[in-house]
Structures are given as C-alpha cells and as structure tokens.
C-alpha cells in the first residue's frame, strides 16, 4: 500500500512532468520560442510566433490533454464496475460505438456538430448494453465481457472502415475521428470538448466513494445498505459518457484506459478517492506525451496518437491478461 509522502510525490512529480512535456509540445515543430517569449506573447504583448503557437498548437494540446484525463478516468471507473483488470473503454467496444455514431452525425448532419459528444454518448451506451446484454449468462463472467466486448469493438470499428472508404475519405471532419487525428483542431473543437469533460469529471469524483464499495463482495455490500445494481448503472452511464465524449473529437483511443489505471495504482494505491484525480493528471500526461512523441519520430510527417498508444498498448495488454489468467480465465 503507497504511503501518503509516496502518493504526495506522485501528484507532484507528475503534475510537474505534465507542465514540463507541455513547454515541449508548445516547441514541438517549426516555430520555437522559450517559456519566456511564451509568457510575453501571451500576457505581455503581441508576438507573431506566439500568436500562430497559440492558434495552431494551443488547441491540440489541450484537447490532447483533456481526452487523456476523460478516457483514464472511464477505464478507472470500468475496471471498479466490472471488476476486471482488463475492461477499457477501447477494448469493449464503447469507443468504437461511440465513435461510430459521431462519424454518422458528422458527416450526415454537420449542423448538430455541437451536439455530436451527446450522440456519441448513445452510441457508446449502445455499445455498452450489447456488450452487457451479451456477456449476461447468470451473472456478469470478467472473460466473456472482454471476448464479447472485442467482437462488438471489431463490428463498429469495420463499420466506420467501411463508411470511410465508401465516401471516399471526403468527409474531413469524420475521417478524422476514423482515424483518431487531432492535427487540425481548433478552439472551437476545445470548446465542445470542454464542457462535457468538466461535468463528466466532476460526477466522476463525486462517485469515487461508491467505487470503493464496488471493490466489495455484492453481498457485504447490499449489507450496507448499498444498492448495487443502480451504483453499477450510475457509474457505467459516467464511464461511458467520459470515453464518448472524447472519442467524439479525437477518434478512437486504445488501451490508454487500460495502462494509466494500472501504472496509478501502483504508485498512489486502489483508494478511488485519490486514484481518480491522480489518473486524470496521468492521462493528460499520457496521451499528450503519445502525441508528442507521434509528431517527432517521423518528422515532417506525422504518426497518430492512437497508432502510439496501440503499439504500447498491445503488449501491456499481452501481459496482463498473462498474470490474470489464473484469476480471470475461470
């Protein structure tokens, strides 16, 4: 069990990781400026450079960060719900579902464009109750929700494929959340991004005391007091609506729900109530790192955050389902 000075150290030492990888993704390209142009151009007074980084760069980041932060928190809340190591957002479908019904939305009715996350978030609970519904065979079997959740994953997933070739890749808007690239984003992208993200944060943190009692047996749970079923319900709706909202703007993001969860709870411990907010910071942390790194490695050419985290991904993924096979293969 982390100590607090361990917990205290992780915030700290991540939060200033995050500030630091931020000054390298503002630098990452063409135009560089130090922290202390940075400041000026944008306190101070007009800086061309700063003025083009905060147009074209400033958006990114942010979305980058903001989608991290929402899709660690719904693997968090996945993995109390289900109480499978291995559940993320990705991995049973609900970000396919999700992104399948904003790529219908965006590309057929541009002018709901603001609307887009709520359409992905009934998208994704569509995907989420196939999945449960699916997976029900006198209770909820860890295994079979991964199995059920992989297939339902490869259905929307091929469907997406299949609208995007058949258009010919002309629709800009959903191609992009097809292939999960957020190079053009702008204010605009942040600003329906924003929202959704705050209020899906802010009921997840309100949660955190019910996933600790999810953590559980269902009986001495219901001995407390506690009505399982809805707990499960509600913090589902939560989880899903987290994952659908970034996935309406960034695309499909793999496995970053699975990994930040598990590196979180080895540094601050399985406590929802400080695992939730330290995985936000670690999320923002991970998917702008992933792509960061994915705008350098191949330069002037690009690769996808989503291509990054699904080459780290996979073999985590490998990995765990090896250790928890004793566990969850029954």
């Known amino acids: 069990m982390p100590t607090v ?3 205290i150290l992780s915030f ?17 390209g063409s135009l560089k400026v130090s922290p202390a142009e940075l400041f000026e151009g944008l306190f101070i007074r007009y800086n061309e450079n700063v003025a ?6 400033f958006p990114r980041i942010f979305i980058a960060m903001l989608g991290g932060a929402a899709m660690a928190v719904s693997g968090v809340l996945l993995q109390a719900v289900m109480k499978n190591p291995l559940a993320d957002p990705g991995i049973i479908g609900i970000s396919s579902g999700a992104s399948f019904a904003a790529v219908i939305i965006t590309a057929f009715f541009p002018a709901l464009y603001f609307f887009t996350p709520l359409f992905a978030f009934l998208g994704g609970m569509a995907a989420c109750v196939i999945v449960y519904s699916l997976s029900w065979k006198g209770g909820l079997n860890p295994l ?6 992989v297939a339902v994953n490869s259905v929307f997933t091929g469907l997406m494929q299949a609208f995007n070739s058949m258009t010919g890749s002309t629709y800009s808007g959903a191609a992009s959340i097809v292939n999960a690239n957020i190079t053009m984003k702008t204010w605009g992208d942040l600003n329906t991004l924003l929202w959704y993200v705050l209020v899906g944060l802010i009921l997840a943190v309100i949660v955190t005391g019910k996933c600790n009692l999810l953590a559980l047996e269902d009986k001495t749970a ?12 509600g913090v589902s709706l939560i989880a899903v609506l987290l994952a659908s909202i970034s996935t309406a703007v960034i695309g499909v993001i793999g496995f ?8 979180a709870r080895l540094l601050v411990g ?19 790192l992933a792509d960061t790194v994915g705008r350098t490695i191949a330069a002037p050419y690009e690769v ?11 073999p985590f993924f490998i990995l765990l389902l090896r250790r928890s096979s004793k566990t969850y293969g029954n």
């Open 5 to 7: 000075r361990k917990k």
């Open 12 to 28: 700290v030492i991540t939060a200033a990781a995050l500030l630091g990888l931020f000054l390298i993704a503002v630098n990452t």
């Open 52 to 57: 083009t980084i905060f147009d074209l760069r």
């Open 144 to 149: 079979r929700i991964i199995l059920v959740g």
């Open 222 to 233: 219901r001995s407390l007091g506690v009505n399982v079923t809805a707990v499960r319900i």
């Open 256 to 263: 970053l729900g699975l990994i930040v969860p598990h590196i």
């Open 270 to 288: 399985s406590d929802h109530k400080v695992l939730v907010p330290y995985s936000v910071l670690l999320g923002a942390f991970t998917l702008l």
């Open 304 to 314: 996808s955050a989503s291509i990054i985290m699904s080459v780290v991904g996979g």
